[in-house]
């Protein structure tokens, strides 16, 4: 029988949002059964501009008269004629909208940080599963392709036991333009970039049983830290360093790369800025792979390498929703990394390791 089209709805259409949108429409274009049919902004400006551009007529300035518009009439009994949502709101709007979506039994995608304190994101992990629907986070830096294919040879035992990791990202790139509330924020680079990072450590080593961190101000037109250093030591024995900064200059920025070098018992990795990726062997000898995301055709530099990644979460979520099987980033999962947010300010405040919590 053919596959019945899973119909979404888009909750914030700001910046970001943009490349969720192009890349359902992708995915649709790619001969997937999936359509975004109605676009939720309290900004009506927001709202016109995305309904113009994505050619969308449903649309709504209050998520609860939008879900109402779509309660009953659904697919197989459901209770709403959506079947998702993708919640593209910063974080504030999220501890009320993931919440209403629940209620009305409508599967949930919900963009990182998922919560602003690791309470209101158990909150939210347990109001859905209460209401039986799914809860992923959209957590896509780990769906890059150079950092898939790092966390992909390491899996597939290329350099044998890992015991060292370090995952850098730093450059100077103006993010404050396009995103002007982050040059407000009180918090910055762990928990809107860090998050990121510390998820690819997770994806690449597991769990983390303890964490020191010390930050900085560099940009005095700022609130929050632009630097962050993190030592983290994994379940695996891993000792691992992630380290972000937005204060440094370099001729050739590499926004938005996470440069990686990992060593094992029979081998090194390293995730190079020109997208290759080195497999030096304990026998001698160094395999080269070009790694170079394959840019969709709407992206533009220096975003593409978020963009492959945003259309590759989108495209593993689909997947997901038709196989009945999770995604990796869904909320129980990513709560582990909003952890390691928490504990990352913490150990900062209290220049101390400090143990994350843990979702049981
Ligand atoms: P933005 O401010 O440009 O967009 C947010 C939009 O949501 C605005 O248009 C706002 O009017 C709307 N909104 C807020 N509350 C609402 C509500 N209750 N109901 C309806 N609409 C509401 O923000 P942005 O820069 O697009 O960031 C959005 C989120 O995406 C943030 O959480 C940010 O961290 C995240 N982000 C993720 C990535 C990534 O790679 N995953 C990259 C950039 C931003
Ligand atoms: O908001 C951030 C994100 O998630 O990826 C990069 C970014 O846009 C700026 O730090």
Redesign the pocket.
């Known amino acids: 029988a053919e596959e019945r089209t899973v119909r979404g709805a888009l909750?914030?259409?700001?910046?970001?949002?943009e490349?969720q949108m192009q890349a359902w429409q992708q995915l649709q274009r790619d001969g997937k059964r999936v359509e975004i049919v109605a676009l939720?902004?309290?900004?009506p400006q927001?709202l016109a501009h995305f309904q113009t551009l994505f050619g969308i007529e449903a649309t709504f300035?209050?998520?609860n008269a939008m879900f109402e518009a779509f309660a009953g009439g659904g697919a197989d009994g459901k209770d709403s004629d959506l079947d998702f949502v993708d919640i593209?709101?910063?974080?504030?709007?999220h501890a009320?909208?993931v919440p209403l979506a629940a209620d009305h039994g409508v599967d949930i995608i919900c963009?990182?940080?998922f919560a602003g304190s690791l309470e209101t994101a158990r909150q939210l992990i347990e109001h859905c599963k209460t209401r039986g629907v799914t809860l992923g986070i959209?957590?896509?830096?780990r769906w890059q392709q150079a950092v898939r294919s790092t966390i992909e040879a390491l899996r597939d035992g290329a350099i044998g036991q890992p015991f060292f990791g370090r995952i850098s990202y730093r450059n100077g790139f103006d993010v404050y333009r396009?995103?002007p509330?982050l040059a407000e924020v009180e918090r910055f680079i762990i928990e809107?970039l860090g998050i990121?990072v510390l998820d690819i450590a997770r994806a690449l080593f597991g769990e983390v049983d303890r964490l020191g961190c010390e930050i900085a101000r560099v940009n005095p037109a700022i609130n929050g830290e632009d630097v962050a250093t993190m030592m983290l030591h994994h379940d695996t024995g891993v000792t691992a360093v992630v380290d972000c900064s937005y204060a440094t200059r370099l001729a050739d920025d590499p926004f938005p790369q996470s440069l990686i070098e990992i060593d094992g018992k029979r081998g090194s990795l390293r995730l190079r800025q020109d997208f290759t990726l080195e497999i030096h062997a304990i026998e001698g000898g160094c395999e080269i792979r070009d790694v170079r995301p394959e840019s969709p055709a709407w992206s533009e530099a220096p975003w593409r390498p978020?963009q492959q990644?945003?259309l590759a979460f989108q495209r593993d979520w689909l997947g997901a929703q038709r196989q009945g099987r999770s995604v990796e980033t869904r909320g129980e999962d990513n709560f582990n990394t909003l952890a390691l947010v928490e504990a990352a300010y913490r150990a900062a405040a209290i220049h101390q390791t400090v143990v994350p919590e843990r979702w049981e």
Do not use: M, W
Not at 88 to 93: D, F, L, P, V, W
């Open positions: 909750i914030g259409c700001g910046f970001f949002a490349n939720c902004d309290r900004d927001r300035t209050d998520a593209a709101t910063t974080t504030q709007a009320a909208l963009q990182k940080p959209h957590e896509n830096f396009a995103q509330y809107d990121h978020i990644s945003v």
